[in-house]
């Protein structure tokens, strides 16, 4: 586990901030991170990564904001199970759980996963977006499964998005057509 304490946050970040009131968080968040990896961001919307360490290993950073009952934490497109079909590509997560009172940010817990111990399920947007599964409130986690077993997992869950995908769209079909 890389839960840490108040005096031993990794990734250079530290326990609390002060940021603008209206300033988005997460995104500062996020920058603080690619900073400390000396990552120039080349696109708004990266597609499985928000840091390159290389060609074949991302770094995603997911934030919770715990004032907050909205969370953002997609993990990213689902598409993303052709480019973790080479067993040498790696996707790890870096989740930053925190508060913010009108600026006044206070970093709660970090914790880093690769993508085979998340638990996550796929949802209803463009071609499916890998979301992780919660439970009051909080990511769930599981122990490391094998990348064999992601991809057999991924398979069977998103056959099972396709189907409700195609049963949603006989529907419209029905009643609009």
Same mark, same amino acid.
């Given at each position: 586990?890389?839960?840490?304490?108040?005096?031993?946050?990794?990734?250079?970040?530290?326990?609390?901030?002060?940021?603008?009131?209206?300033?988005?968080?997460?995104?500062?968040?996020?920058?603080?991170?690619?900073?400390?990896?000396?990552?120039?961001?080349?696109?708004?919307?990266?597609?499985?990564?928000?840091?390159?360490?290389?060609?074949?290993?991302?770094?995603?950073?997911?934030?919770?904001?715990?004032?907050?009952?909205?969370?953002?934490?997609?993990?990213?497109?689902?598409?993303?199970?052709?480019?973790?079909?080479?067993?040498?590509?790696?996707?790890?997560?870096?989740?930053?759980?925190?508060?913010?009172?009108? /600026?006044?940010?206070?970093? =709660?817990?970090?914790?880093? $996963? %690769?993508?085979?111990?998340?638990?996550?399920? #796929? !949802?209803?947007? /463009?071609?499916?977006?890998? =979301?992780?599964?919660?439970? $009051? %409130?909080?990511?769930?986690?599981?122990?490391? #499964? !094998?990348?064999?077993?992601?991809?057999?997992?991924?398979?069977?869950?998103?056959?099972?998005?396709?189907?409700?995908?195609?049963?949603?769209?006989?529907?419209?079909?029905?009643?609009?057509?």
């Amino acid at each position: 586990m890389d839960e840490h304490t108040y005096h031993d946050l990794p990734y250079g970040l530290k326990k609390t901030y002060k940021i603008t009131p209206n300033a988005e968080a997460a995104e500062f968040l996020q920058a603080e991170v690619q900073e400390f990896f000396g990552y120039k961001s080349k696109s708004k919307r990266e597609k499985y990564a928000d840091i390159w360490i290389n060609e074949n290993y991302g770094i995603n950073v997911k934030t919770d904001n715990l004032n907050s009952q909205q969370n953002k934490g997609r993990l990213c497109t689902a598409e993303v199970n052709q480019w973790l079909k080479n067993e040498n590509n790696k996707l790890s997560f870096i989740f930053i759980e925190y508060t913010n009172d009108n /600026g006044d940010l206070e970093i =709660q817990s970090v914790q880093t $996963r %690769n993508i085979e111990e998340v638990e996550y399920e #796929i !949802s209803n947007q /463009g071609k499916g977006l890998l =979301q992780p599964k919660r439970y $009051r %409130n909080k990511v769930v986690f599981r122990s490391t #499964i !094998s990348r064999s077993e992601w991809m057999e997992e991924f398979k069977i869950k998103y056959a099972d998005f396709i189907d409700k995908q195609i049963k949603r769209f006989e529907e419209k079909k029905k009643h609009w057509c």
